[in-house]
């Protein structure tokens, strides 16, 4: 039985969930799609030198932490492919909190020693405080550079630090390793993000960040940075969610300015810092950890060829 599965398994025993019909479904249904995220607390126990049953509850409770933040971020988004477009905001306002909850009831259910499941379960009741105020933070929208940075070390970058150290803790790891590994977590979270600030702003059609006048990381750059295309791009940028000629424009001048570039940068200096980190940690098989650190990066590379084609044509994607 594979992860995934073994996941599925563990959610249908915790007690109020295993009654719970939508809540069953829903797990099932995002567990199937087989997020690549929910892998994180088996490779983290994996490089501590556990083995996959040891795994088991910190993917299990990722995954309900997956789901309960994301049914939440729909509806602060206004996303038309949330799921409480089909069940209804309070509904599905409700089954967040229940997934919150049955998230710590995996941990506190699973193997292991009691002071490991105590330390396991306080890095996820912080993750989950740290992610609601970055939540809140996000919807007011940061206007500058340190205000945008502060909502991603909120926002993103606690979950895939508590997805690390929790799966170190149950695999073994010393509390100095875990914490390690839940630092290089908040750093790749935060490599995430700058990715999907990428994604987001140089697709066809405008994505939501264009269509309700938010800033990711390349639009901020381009509207509060002193360029020579800056005015235009301001004007363009009150266009382009209804304009795919003002959002391919917009978005070549996103290249040409630098805040693609940029982008990128901060993406390397991540990176660098992560391994540095890595570096210093006790793990028994630190070079899982690399590679999730490889394929992180990796798309820099892309993005620099898709740069190439975006300079010679109307933008594709990223």
Same mark, same amino acid.
């Given at each position: 039985m594979g992860i995934y599965e073994q996941a599925i398994h563990c959610f249908s025993d915790i007690p109020g969930a295993n /009654?719970?019909?939508?809540?069953? =479904?829903?797990?099932?249904?995002?567990?199937?799609?087989? &997020?690549?995220?929910?892998?994180?607390?088996? @490779?983290?126990?994996?490089? +501590?030198?556990?083995?996959?049953? @040891?795994?088991? %509850? =910190?993917? !299990? +409770?990722l995954g309900c932490a997956h789901i309960s933040i994301i049914l939440? $971020?729909?509806?602060?988004?206004? $996303?038309?492919?949330?799921?409480?477009? @089909?069940?209804?905001?309070?509904?599905?306002?409700?089954?967040?909190?229940?997934?919150q909850s049955a998230g710590l009831e995996a941990i506190f259910q699973g193997g292991g020693e009691p002071d490991s499941r105590s330390l396991a379960a306080a890095s996820f009741n912080r993750m989950f405080l740290m992610t609601a105020l970055g939540q809140s933070l996000d919807v007011q929208c940061p206007g500058d550079e340190d205000a945008y940075w502060r909502m991603v070390q909120a926002k993103s970058? %606690?979950?895939?630090? =508590? /997805?690390?150290?929790?799966?170190?803790?149950?695999?073994?790891?010393?509390?100095?390793?875990?914490a390690k590994l839940e630092k290089i977590g908040r750093t790749y979270g935060e490599m995430i993000q700058i990715h999907d600030d990428l994604s987001d702003t140089? !697709?066809? %059609? =405008?994505? &939501? $960040?264009?269509?309700?006048?938010?800033? %990711?990381l390349p639009i901020l750059f381009a509207r509060v940075v002193d360029h020579p295309e800056r005015s235009r791009f301001l004007e363009l940028f009150r266009e382009a969610g209804e304009d795919e000629d003002a959002l391919c424009e917009a978005?070549?001048?996103?290249?040409?300015?630098?805040?693609?570039?940029?982008?990128?940068d901060q993406l390397l200096r991540r990176d660098k810092a992560a391994r540095k980190i890595l570096r210093s940690a006790e793990l028994v098989c &630190?070079?899982?950890?690399?590679?999730?650190?490889?394929?992180?990066?990796? &798309?820099?590379w892309k993005l620099f060829d898709a740069i190439g084609d975006l300079s010679r044509d109307s933008p594709k994607g990223y």
């Open positions: /009654a719970w019909e939508e809540m069953q =479904a829903l797990f099932q249904r995002i567990a199937s799609a087989r &997020p690549h995220h929910w892998l994180l607390p088996e @490779q983290a126990c994996e490089a +501590a030198g556990g083995i996959l049953e @040891q795994a088991v %509850p =910190a993917v !299990t +409770a939440v $971020d729909d509806m602060l988004d206004s $996303d038309l492919r949330g799921e409480y477009r @089909q069940i209804g905001a309070p509904a599905a306002a409700n089954l967040a909190c229940a997934f970058a %606690p979950f895939f630090g =508590a /997805a690390l150290q929790i799966g170190a803790i149950l695999g073994g790891a010393s509390r100095e390793a875990a140089l !697709t066809l %059609p =405008a994505g &939501p $960040d264009w269509l309700q006048g938010r800033s %990711p978005q070549e001048i996103l290249i040409r300015c630098g805040a693609v570039s940029y982008c990128a &630190p070079g899982v950890i690399e590679n999730l650190l490889d394929k992180v990066i990796a &798309p820099v």
